[in-house]
């Protein structure tokens, strides 16, 4: 029975008498919340959470930009390699564009750019 200036510690403000199993269920409600929250941040904000996953996504893309890359560079180094083998004229045209190598008797011109940076006025 309820007295004036005591007060029962079974009543809620609101919604009366809470038995222990009510209590118990919240409290239940309450960890497992507290839990999911705690994994949800985590998740999102970890080592392995949400912003190293979008950061090894990133990685990954330009990774598989320069794998893509260097397969076309392969590609074109093996069908200069095979023009070398298979090509006389490819050879002799490496050899004197790049090596400046020469037939017996023929004469090279080598042309000097020109400096630009001396001054040639009188």
Known sequence: MFQPGKINPTHGFVRGPQSDRSL???SLFLIIGAFLATLLGLSLLGE????????LQAVDS???NDVASIKDGN???TEKLHSLETDPGALEKIAREEYNMQKPGEEILIILPMDTDKDTSP
């Open 62 to 64: 330009r990774l598989e």
């Open 24 to 26: 118990a269920r919240r």
């Open 75 to 77: 590609r074109k180094l």
């Open 48 to 55: 392995n959470g949400l912003g190293s996953w979008i950061r």
